[in-house]
Nanobody, 121 residues
């Protein structure tokens, strides 16, 4: 079992930045960030695994995923935020993963409660 706790969400104007954090109760093999807006399906944003990292096309060159293994913490640096980035952001983790499927929600068994990101304008 893994417990995940996200933080760092908030409200920001378009063009601004936020950094999300996700603290895990233990180390896992793969970790990812997902988001879900009302009435929409959950989508993968960015994920990291032993082979590297992966990003959704919509956030490439704006978001950066990173991790601090000593702290069991996953980060998501979000720059140049747009109104369409408004969503609930979730952290996910698992002990097994396939690199080609790293942005698919079904690959993860452990999820945090989410943190809201609202971008105005």
């Amino acid at each position: 079992q893994v417990q995940l706790v996200e933080s760092g969400g908030g409200s920001v104007e378009a063009g601004g930045s936020l950094r999300l954090s996700c603290v895990a109760s233990r180390r896992t093999l793969c970790q990812g960030w997902f988001r879900q807006a009302p009435g929409k399906e959950r989508e993968g944003v960015a994920a990291i695994y032993p082979g590297g990292s992966s990003y959704a096309d919509s956030v490439k060159d704006r978001f950066t995923v990173s991790q601090d293994n000593a702290k069991n913490t996953l980060y998501l640096q979000m720059n140049s935020l747009k109104a369409e980035d408004t969503s609930m952001y979730y952290c996910a983790a698992d002990f097994r993963c396939i690199g080609s499927r790293i942005l698919l929600p079904d690959e993860y068994n452990y999820w945090g409660q989410g943190t809201q990101v609202t971008v105005a304008g």
